[in-house]
């Protein structure tokens, strides 16, 4: 089975600074990986995805996150951030081959951007 | 687009009563799926529906049954609900064929119980 692993419940920065939110994962298998963000009083959407490819994906907004095998660690990244960048920020996994798209998620990590 | 559509976004429901979450997808996705999501939990899979009438267990079905009649529409039951239930329940749904697809999600059922 996997795990996933979310470093930090809350994240406070200030606006126009860089931001990380760290996730780990743990599979024996090959495995899927996914942002999820959720704005407040809204359900979640796909933020970025790392499927097979280039380690390093990207998202329409501005955010990053590398996929690195060796460390098994899937870090968000964006150089800037913006007070609309306000939400909930969830790593997922999904293990590789069938199991009907099942993900597994992290504990989540609050990211406030203050003024 | 895709639209996952759950009936109620706050329910109020008394211990013991029967309480039924519904989601509804407009996507003809073969998969969906019952998360409750609780602070610093995360989110945690309830049930799954892989095809009409199909369920598989998650990670916490004690408590909560689901109904699949038809491929749209997936069905979260709660027999007797409980205080430890109140939480914010989310629906998704996703297309079948392997690992890679996306899940979407519902905007979420605030549920408490009193």
């Known amino acids: 089975a996997q795990s996933v692993t979310q470093l930090d419940s809350q994240v406070p920065v200030f606006e126009e600074a860089p931001v990380e939110l760290r996730c780990n994962y743990s599979?024996?298998?090959?495995?899927?990986l996914f942002w999820y963000v959720q704005y407040p009083n809204q359900g979640l959407q796909l933020l970025l995805k790392?499927?097979?490819?280039?380690?390093l994906v990207e998202s329409i907004n501005g955010f990053e996150a590398e996929f690195n095998k060796s460390q098994t660690s899937f870090h968000l990244r964006k150089p800037s951030v913006h007070i609309s960048d306000t939400a909930e920020y969830f790593c997922?996994?999904?293990?590789?081959?069938?199991?009907?798209?099942?993900?597994?998620f992290g504990q989540g990590t609050i990211l406030t951007v203050h003024p | 687009d895709v639209k996952v559509t759950q009936s109620s976004r706050y329910l109020v429901k008394r211990t013991g009563e029967k309480v039924f979450l519904e989601c509804v997808q407009d996507?003809?996705?073969?998969?969906m799926f019952w998360y409750r999501q609780d602070p610093g939990l995360g989110l945690r899979l309830i049930y799954f529906?892989?095809?009409?009438?199909?369920?598989e267990k998650g990670d916490i079905p004690e408590g909560y049954s689901v109904s699949r009649e038809k491929k749209e529409r997936f069905s979260l039951i709660l027999e007797s609900a409980s205080t430890n239930q109140t939480s914010m329940y989310l629906c998704?749904?996703?297309?079948?064929?392997?690992?890679?697809?996306?899940?979407?999600f519902g905007a979420g059922t605030r549920l408490s119980v009193l």
């Open positions: 997922a996994v999904k293990r590789g081959g069938t199991s009907y798209g099942k993900l597994t």
């Open positions: 790392y499927l097979s490819g280039s380690t």
């Open positions: 998704a749904s996703s297309l079948e064929g392997g690992a890679k697809n996306i899940q979407y």
């Open positions: 599979s024996s298998v090959s495995v899927y």
């Open positions: 529906s892989y095809d009409v009438k199909m369920k």
């Open positions: 996507m003809d996705h073969e998969n």
